[in-house]
């Protein structure tokens, strides 16, 4: 286990299919050398790391995973609670809201753009809500029809002299 070689080590017995990676050797190496290892221990310890490396790699994905979705979770919340206390939704119901800003993504945007935001929940985000019921709103057909005076008509001559005879 002892004995370091002297040309640079050789690894054997890891598991099938396991590649080595040849920089994180070279970073191991001077360790391996100042430990005293010999090609025998030093396979050890890369059997060891090659059995380790995927629980390590299967812990940090799952966390970031984690820490996505509660991330998600967050700006849904964010959003409903926006929704409710913001001037701009004027207290629409969730679903009103929702049903404008969709008419913005679909005629602005596009599926991709659409799939972009579902797939990185960017669209709960509270401020992609908010940015996206603006554009919906303005691109909405007015709902009401404002009446006021008639259109003003050019005055005749005799208007012009002598105003209006009443």
Known sequence: MFGVPESGYEISGLPEGTTIDKEALTAFEPIAK???LS???M???AAAYANILPKVTE???TGINNDIAA?????ATETLDLVKTDPTFAGKPLTE???VAAKALDRIGSPEFRSFLDETGLGNHPEMMKFAYRA???ISEDTTFERGAPAPREKSRTEKYYGTQT
């Not at 991330?71 to 700006?75: L, P, R, T």
């Open 34 to 36: 100042e430990l005293g």
């Open 39 to 41: 090609n025998e221990g």
């Open 43 to 45: 396979s050890k310890v």
């Open 59 to 61: 812990n940090v994905v």
């Open 71 to 75: 991330q998600h979770a967050a700006w």
């Open 97 to 99: 809201v929702q049903q």
């Open 136 to 138: 919906g709103s303005a």
